[in-house]
Each structure stands twice: as C-alpha cells, then as structure tokens.
C-alpha cells in the first residue's frame, strides 16, 4: 500500500482530478502554507490556481459552465486541499455550500444570474446562519426582514462568515414573520436571502457592514468575519427559490453536504499530520536507533493510520449516499463527528512524536495544532451531531411493543 485513504471504485475522470488537486497541493500549497498561515495573509495566488483549475465550479452543472461533478469527487478535493492547508479548503467550502443551495433551492432566474459566475470564480459566495448569542441554537435567530413594497429590510448581526470579506455573495438566514402568523414554528419563518456586496471591509454596501477580520487562534489566511444588516434593502427576487419561509430547511441542506467536507476536512488534515508524524519518527534518534523503532511509536503510528482509514471510509460513505439521492444526515452526522474527533486525536499523537520540536513554529505540526479544534465545531458541534445521529437511529430502530 502506497499511500493511505485510497478511494476504491472511481471512475478515469474523477482519478484524474483528484490526481491534478493532489499534484497542485504538493508544489503550490504545501511549500508555502505554513508561512502564509503565520503572517495570516489571504492566499490569493493559490486561490487564482484553484481557479484555473475549475475548482469553484466543481458540481455547479455544465450547463452553467461548471463540472458537473459528484460530492464525492468534491468531497475528495477537499480532503486532498486540507491536506496542504485548511483554511484554503474552507474558501472553496463556503462557495460551494452557495453554489448547492442555489441548485437545489433557487429560482430559474437566480440560477442563470449567478451560477455562471460562480463556476467562473467571478462571483465567490459565503453563507450565514450563526449569531453572537445563539450558537448552536439556530432557531433563536434574531435578525429579521420586514417587507416594504418590492423590497425586504433587513437588520442585525451575524458571525464568524467564512470568507465574509472577500465574498461577493452571502446567503443569509433571517427570521421573516410576513406570512407567518404569531406562534408559527420558529423554523417555519425562517427565510434565506441572497445578498450581493463588494468585497472587502467596513461598509461594503448601504446597510450592510463587515467590520473586519476575527483574530484567530488557527485557521488564519481565510477571513472570517462579522456581518451587521442597518436598514439593509434587498429585493424580493432576492429571497432564495422566491418564497420566504423555508430558508431553514435551505440552510439544512446546505449544511448536511457541508458536513460532509468537514468530515473530508478532518480527514486531509488526518492524513498530513500521520505523514509528518510517520517521516519524523524514521528522522529522530533516540538510544541509538530511530524512534520508529520503538514499540511505543509504532503502536501510535499503527492507532493513527487506522483512524486515518476509518474516517476517510466513513466520509466516502456518506458523500456516495447524498449521491444517490438517498437521505444521508445520519451518515453525514457520523462521519462529521468521527473524522473531526480522529483528526484531533492524530494532529496530536503526530505532535507527541515530534516531542519538543512539535511546539516549534518552524514545524508544520504546530500548525496543524491550532487548525485541528476548529473541525469539532464548525458544521455543528459533536453533541450536535450526537444528537441528530441519536434521533436517526430512534427512527430507524423503533421499538415495537
């Protein structure tokens, strides 16, 4: 076996692209990632070669000028691009999330505006649901939309956009009560809104704010930001699919297929840090020998790789369900809270075996470090998950007495 995660059953076309994005990642991320991370510069030269390489268009439809591509050949990039640099991966996830949202929930009309785009790269999107007092909950949303003529308004504060500054398209998730009688399901008054701006910072358009970038204690480079609506006019051809009311279940399925690359996530950042852990344990010496040697070592690099397996097998599982059409949260939930939870427990037995070298900066494994917390929350939490694989697995195995 030459290498770890191996995908078994794909077709010439998807090889050769996971191929191209693994190649990519090896000479244009890896090299650099780690110096870019530290000075928390944006990587817009990487970004510009994902670009070229059709990546923001992976599985927006060829008849919008995408590729047409499977979860699963996405979710396998991503996995191959967290490999090299995490927060890379998060940009294209975001965009992504947009993309599937629109493709499944849009209107004709909101399809032909800006899928095209999307594919492009023209266009770069970001999606928000979260609040600074709501966390998990998200059907405390407080942010609201009150028709006015052929327009909606829109007011308050949402958190931690990933790509909040330099996207140029936000789907946003506000509470809209015109046409929802008082005592309606919170989930039921939900609407997304497709919102346009400029990239960039402060007032990016009248109404709409992105204060600045969130200082971070790992997953730097991509911005993560702030968005605060003020008397925010959007017009009504710009509520997602054209009717208020459902954009939780929008966002819901935006985010089932997000966790998804959050599990391919976990798995790429899984992977390098059992690649860096497993070259530094035949590098070091240690009582005349390599510490590859010892027992101890190899039972952690033995543990390691099988997680590394088993994580990546499970997000294969779950991005081939969503594919054929089946209902694929539980799956998604499982392999979301495994990965994330595997990747810490690698990152960190990969930092044990780089001893004292490991909290240096000049190692990559510091990096990785900081970057593996993130995956145990983003997409929801692992009680989160915990919850929802809890209530598949009461529907499927319901007790009849």
Same mark, same amino acid.
């Given at each position: 076996?030459?290498?770890?995660?191996?995908?078994?059953?794909?077709?010439?076309?998807?090889?050769?692209?996971?191929?191209?994005?693994?190649?990519?990642?090896?000479?244009? *991320?890896?090299?650099?990632?780690?110096?870019?991370?530290?000075?928390? %510069?944006?990587?817009?030269?990487?970004?510009?070669?994902?670009?070229?390489?059709?990546?923001?268009?992976?599985?927006?439809?060829?008849?919008?000028?995408?590729?047409?591509?499977?979860?699963?050949?996405?979710?396998?990039?991503?996995?191959?691009?967290?490999?090299?640099?995490?927060?890379?991966?998060?940009? *294209?996830?975001?965009?992504? *999330?947009?993309?599937?949202?629109?493709?499944?929930?849009?209107?004709?009309?909101?399809?032909?505006?800006?899928?095209?785009?999307?594919?492009?790269?023209?266009?770069?999107?970001?999606?928000?649901?979260?609040?600074?007092?709501?966390?998990?909950?998200?059907?405390? *949303?407080?942010?609201?939309?009150?028709?006015?003529?052929?327009?909606?308004?829109?007011?308050?504060?949402?958190?931690?956009?990933?790509?909040?500054?330099?996207?140029?398209?936000?789907?946003?998730?506000?509470?809209?009560?015109?046409?929802?009688?008082?005592?309606?399901?919170?989930?039921?008054?939900?609407?997304?809104?497709?919102?346009?701006?400029?990239?960039?910072?402060?007032?990016?358009?009248?109404?709409?704010?992105?204060?600045?970038?969130?200082?971070?204690?790992?997953?730097?480079?991509?911005?993560?930001?702030?968005?605060?609506?003020?008397?925010?006019?959007?017009?009504?051809?710009?509520?997602?699919?054209?009717?208020?009311?459902?954009?939780?279940?929008?966002?819901?399925?935006?985010?089932?297929?997000?966790?998804?690359?959050?599990?391919?996530?976990?798995?790429?950042?899984?992977?390098?840090?059992?690649?860096?852990?497993?070259?530094?344990?035949?590098?070091?010496?240690?009582?005349?020998?390599?510490?590859?040697?010892?027992?101890?070592?190899?039972?952690?690099?033995?543990?390691?790789?099988?997680?590394?397996?088993?994580?990546?097998?499970?997000?294969?599982?779950?991005?081939?369900?969503?594919?054929?059409? %089946?209902?694929?949260?539980?799956?998604?939930?499982?392999?979301?809270?495994?990965?994330?939870?595997?990747?810490?427990?690698?990152? %960190?037995?990969?930092?044990?075996?780089?001893?004292?070298?490991?909290?240096?900066?000049?190692?990559?494994?510091?990096?990785?470090?900081?970057?593996?917390?993130?995956?145990?929350?983003?997409?929801?939490?692992?009680?989160?998950?915990?919850?929802?694989?809890?209530?598949?697995?009461?529907?499927?195995?319901?007790?009849?007495?």
């Amino acid at each position: 076996m030459a290498r770890l995660a191996q995908t078994a059953g794909l077709t010439d076309v998807q090889q050769e692209i996971v191929s191209t994005v693994r190649d990519f990642v090896d000479k244009e *991320i890896i090299p650099v990632a780690t110096e870019l991370e530290h000075r928390d %510069e944006y990587p817009q030269a990487i970004v510009d070669g994902l670009r070229e390489l059709g990546l923001f268009g992976l599985m927006i439809p060829e008849e919008y000028g995408g590729l047409g591509e499977s979860l699963l050949t996405y979710a396998l990039c991503v996995e191959e691009i967290a490999r090299g640099w995490m927060s890379v991966s998060g940009i *294209i996830n975001t965009h992504f *999330i947009v993309a599937y949202m629109l493709k499944q929930h849009g209107t004709r009309k909101q399809k032909d505006h800006f899928l095209p785009r999307m594919a492009a790269g023209d266009i770069r999107g970001a999606f928000s649901m979260s609040e600074p007092g709501l966390g998990s909950d998200v059907s405390a *949303i407080t942010s609201k939309a009150v028709k006015d003529g052929d327009e909606y308004v829109l007011t308050g504060q949402k958190m931690w956009l990933t790509n909040g500054g330099t996207s140029s398209l936000v789907a946003v998730l506000v509470r809209s009560d015109e046409g929802h009688p008082e005592g309606t399901a919170p989930h039921k008054s939900m609407t997304t809104f497709l919102v346009e701006k400029e990239p960039g910072f402060g007032e990016v358009r009248p109404g709409l704010t992105i204060p600045g970038k969130i200082d971070k204690m790992g997953y730097k480079g991509v911005d993560t930001t702030e968005l605060i609506m003020d008397g925010l006019r959007v017009p009504a051809d710009r509520v997602l699919g054209g009717v208020t009311g459902r954009g939780f279940y929008q966002m819901m399925d935006g985010v089932e297929v997000g966790r998804v690359n959050v599990a391919a996530r976990g798995c790429g950042v899984a992977q390098r840090a059992f690649e860096l852990g497993v070259a530094y344990a035949q590098q070091r010496h240690t009582f005349g020998k390599p510490i590859a040697q010892h027992q101890a070592i190899q039972f952690k690099l033995a543990e390691m790789a099988t997680k590394v397996e088993a994580a990546h097998a499970m997000m294969v599982n779950a991005a081939r369900k969503k594919d054929s059409g %089946e209902r694929n949260d539980l799956e998604a939930g499982m392999a979301k809270y495994l990965a994330s939870e595997y990747c810490k427990e690698v990152v %960190e037995d990969a930092f044990r075996i780089h001893g004292g070298y490991g909290f240096s900066k000049e190692y990559e494994i510091e990096r990785l470090y900081r970057e593996a917390p993130m995956l145990l929350i983003g997409e929801g939490t692992a009680e989160i998950q915990k919850m929802i694989i809890g209530r598949r697995l009461l529907e499927e195995y319901r007790f009849q007495g």
